[in-house]
């Protein structure tokens, strides 16, 4: 096992980069995920790890099978320099991001995010989405980075599941609809009762913005625009939860 005791390192440096800046992580296509159970969950897809990472003195689990994944050993300064977590567990993965998807025409279940900038309600969507059985996320413009340390935190190891794709959502849209995927909006008008909405094996939703919601161009061009009514005194229901209440009434 290779040992790293500098944080000078230079590799030590690229590590940092990748948990604290979006540019790095675009630029090299990598990320680090953290913890115990999101490290295991990249054990799940070993083709994406770079190398684990572990503190000294942290044992792995026996039953975790890193044979052919390179591991490297790092003091508790380094573990401490790349942490993203107050009380961390010593271990981490170093992995690249999905690369391109082959079978892009097959999906028929969808879940389209537009300028949703909390990255917590992002890995949340993801993590919802994995757990509805849709077929990928597609993050549009202004979304927070897929790839943050805490949109992989709430994702939960549903990253290595899902295809998390960015792409521009006026061009799926459209072809969603050339392939005959309806396509649901979320509105307060020119609405209907979420309910009203047979489930079915294809279609996609898009949700919006925390503050300002969907984008008006991308309303225009939804099938239908659904509502969730709000019952009590509330102003309005968290994106996340609003998506997977929708999901999971779409995919019945």
């Known amino acids: 096992m290779k ?3 500098s944080t000078q390192n230079a590799l030590v440096k690229h590590w940092k980069k990748l948990v604290t800046t979006r540019k790095e992580r675009e630029k090299t296509g990598e ?12 054990l799940k897809n070993k083709e994406q790890i770079v190398q684990i990472i572990v503190r000294e003195g942290v044992d792995l689990p ?3 099978a890193t044979d052919n994944v390179v591991m490297v050993e790092v003091t508790d300064s380094v573990a401490k320099e790349i942490a993203e977590t107050e ?6 993965a170093h992995c690249k991001q999905q690369g391109a998807i082959e079978d892009q025409a097959n999906w028929r279940k969808l879940l389209l995010v537009d300028a949703v900038q ?5 890995g949340t969507m993801i993590r919802t989405a994995d757990a509805a059985g849709i077929d990928a996320v597609i993050l549009g413009k202004g979304c927070a980075d897929a ?7 709430s994702a939960q190891g549903s990253h ?4 998390v794709v960015r792409g521009d959502l006026m061009d799926w849209i459209e072809d969603l609809q050339e392939r005959d995927v309806k396509v649901y909006g979320t509105a307060l008008q020119d609405a209907v009762d979420y309910t009203d909405i047979k489930g079915s094996q294809s279609f996609a939703l898009i949700v919006g913005n925390e503050g300002s919601g969907i984008h008006p161009q991308l309303l225009d061009k939804t099938d239908q625009n659904v509502i969730i009514p709000i019952l009590g005194q509330a102003e309005s229901l968290n994106v ?4 997977g209440i929708l999901l999971y009434q779409f995919i019945r």
């Open 147 to 153: 790839y943050n340390p805490k949109t992989l935190r």
């Open 62 to 64: 026996l039953l975790w």
């Open 87 to 92: 009380t961390s567990q010593g271990v981490f």
């Open 240 to 243: 996340a939860v609003a998506t």
């Open 118 to 122: 909390d990255p917590g309600n992002i």
């Open 31 to 42: 990320f680090i995920v953290e913890g115990f159970h999101l490290v295991e969950e990249a």
């Open 3 to 5: 040992r790293i005791e």
């Open 160 to 163: 290595f599941h899902i295809p």
